[in-house]
């Protein structure tokens, strides 16, 4: 295989963003080297909140090709929209779609989310709230005795180095167990956390 696609998650895999001149650095690299930039963005929101600035202010204003916009982990019942800022990317598509991906029947319904999603603002309200509750958590655990939370707190996630005798306790039902090794823990917060 040739390689023709760099993919970035934002946030990253760690709940840390990329600066819009992070993300343009990656992409300025992508395209001298004949290859798109691809973003991942189930959690976009969260990162333009975090960074105060508008969608496209991380996405096609600095040189990503290809977008998949998420909004289920920001309030959505469900859906993924597939954002081409170089339309002539998107003109084999409509068939790709097809073949790779599962195509709803009723895509008017999966739109209207989206519409009202973008509209004033309710992305960057859910975003902005699941962020402050990642930034309580963070507040509220940073000071216990055998807690170390090694990342920055960025987005709506918090990672957090906990005692192994409550990761046994708690694995599934609070967090996620990221690195055994480790005792490394995420915890994610969401549009709809109190």
């Known amino acids: 295989m040739q390689p023709k696609v760099i993919s970035i998650t934002q946030p990253t895999e760690l709940g840390t963003v990329y600066t819009p001149r992070e993300i343009n650095r990656i992409a300025d690299f992508a395209h001298r080297h004949g290859l798109l930039l691809h973003m991942n963005g189930a959690r976009l929101c969260n990162a333009a909140a975090y960074l105060d600035v ?22 959505l019942m469900f859906g993924e929209a597939v954002v081409f800022f ?14 790779g991906m599962q195509l ?22 859910n975003a902005r709230h699941a962020n402050s509750m990642a930034r309580l958590l963070y507040e509220d655990v940073k000071g216990i005795s055998g807690v170390e939370v090694p990342y920055r707190v960025e987005s709506n996630a918090v990672f957090a180095v906990i005692p192994k005798w409550s990761i046994s306790k708690f694995t599934g039902r609070l967090f996620l167990l990221c690195d055994e090794r480790k005792d490394l823990v995420r915890w994610m917060c969401s549009f709809s956390t109190s």
């Open 86 to 99: 170089n339309k002539e990317l998107s003109r084999n598509f409509v068939f790709i779609r097809k073949q």
């Open 104 to 125: 709803a029947s009723k895509m008017r319904f999966i739109s209207a989310q989206f519409e009202a999603f973008l509209s004033n603002d309710l992305w960057l309200r």
């Open 54 to 75: 508008r969608l496209r202010n991380l996405t096609g204003d600095v040189g990503v090709d290809i977008l998949s916009f998420g909004g289920t982990k920001n309030g």
